[in-house]
């Protein structure tokens, strides 16, 4: 199993994560810039939740480009939508049509409460899908809720 750990808000999340010895990383775009250029197994993240927390819209063709020119990465995590299944589904959509050879792989997100269909959709097209949606799911601790994602 390979875990990919996040966090990393600065320099300091950085080091304790190194310190322990962490090697494999899940960064949003907003803190690449505190992950040396050596570390070895980066996956990108989109950091749709924290442009969220903002206020602030991210557009494709702007994660294109930093997921084609700040790598290389082990993976992406696609562009999606929070409380918006419809809308991720398009993103997905416009992304397999403008991705190209050299781009890292991309990871498909299913928001969470979205139409099981979009799970089934997803999971024809690629062996791995994020999970959207979960961290108020989590801080709520709704137990039934967590059940029904370990069914998944």
Known sequence: MNLYFSGIAGEAEYHILESAGVKRLLVDQFDLKHVPPEH???ALDSGVYRAFKRHLKLELADYLAVARNKGPFDFAVALDVIGDAQATREN?????????VD????IPVFQWGGHPDDLKRYLDEDRIVGIGGLVNLMRKKDQHMLDQ???L
Not at 93 to 100: C, Q
């Open 40 to 42: 070895a197994q980066v």
């Open 92 to 100: 997905w959509r416009r992304l397999l049509s403008l991705r190209s």
């Open 103 to 106: 781009d890292p792989p991309f």
């Open 149 to 151: 994602l370990g069914e």
